[in-house]
């Protein structure tokens, strides 16, 4: 899969969280932090850890700010996240 059909993808879901009515806006300072490379989100299934993240990337694009969003466990990669990521 080249990049841009992956950034495609990646444009089209983090568009659709705009629709969604509940934004936790009070938690993005959190997954923004001033000194740090990585930032962690562990929950149960199902609590919305991956519409925050897309939220967040919404507001960072609307910044004007390059996004990606990959999940790790994504279908549309034939090949590994290492290999993907060399590309």
Request: charged share 20%; no cysteine.
């Amino acid at each position: 899969m080249s990049y841009q059909r992956v950034n495609d993808v990646s444009d089209e879901l983090i568009s659709a969280v705009k629709e969604l009515p509940f934004i936790r806006t009070h938690l993005f300072n959190a997954l923004n932090p001033p000194k740090q490379n990585v930032v962690i989100l562990k929950g149960a299934r199902g609590v919305g850890k991956s519409t925050l993240l897309l939220q967040f990337l919404l507001k960072k694009k609307q910044e004007n700010i390059k996004v990606l969003y990959l999940s790790a466990d994504s279908t549309l990669l034939h090949t590994s996240l290492v290999e993907f990521a060399h590309e």
